[in-house]
């Protein structure tokens, strides 16, 4: 009988850890308990998009867009972190402020054309929710590094694999570790939270 009780105790128990965990996972979050840090703010840029458009930092007022630096070619952490990208751009693209960013680190080669082609194999190449960036190496360098805060200081392709998350005005607000899933569980919670920031602010602005 003793035994019966402790087996009775330990399933409520277990019930009860797993519907908290549940509950952290995926219900949305809570604008009253969470508050996103303001890391730095990105500086003014000039890049060129997939389709030959220019792209500069005016573009990303108003919206929420995370953001990874990749190239063509890499053999390595790029393409999952494209995939990685890819799934959360499909679960958020029909929220209207969301938007991803991802600039090539090889400019040299990742013409627009070629970052077309990459998006291409995405199925996203004539989407206007993902952008895929190239130019001067120079200023994709200065943005990587004094922008972003990313990568490496002397060579532009040593890339970071960490996604930021920017916001509306043009601020960072975190930085997610591509490989880590508690990472990108949190970075989903956090794109949730700016959202809801977001809409609440052009309710604001509208009343």
Known sequence: MFNKLRLFIGLVVLLGCTYVITRRIFLPVDNKTVTLPILSSIPSFELVDQHAQPFTSTDLKGGVWLVDFIFTTCPSICPMM???MFKTYR????????????????????SPARLKEYAKSY???DDDKWYFLTGEEEKIHRLAWEGFKVGSKTELVNHSNYFILVDDQLRIRGYYDSNDQHAIKKLNREIEFLLAEVSETKADKGS
């Open 82 to 84: 494209t995939q990685k």
């Open 123 to 125: 199925g996203i190449a």
């Open 91 to 110: 679960r958020y693209r029909k929220w209207v402020p969301f938007h991803t960013l991802s600039i090539t680190v090889n400019p040299a080669y990742d």
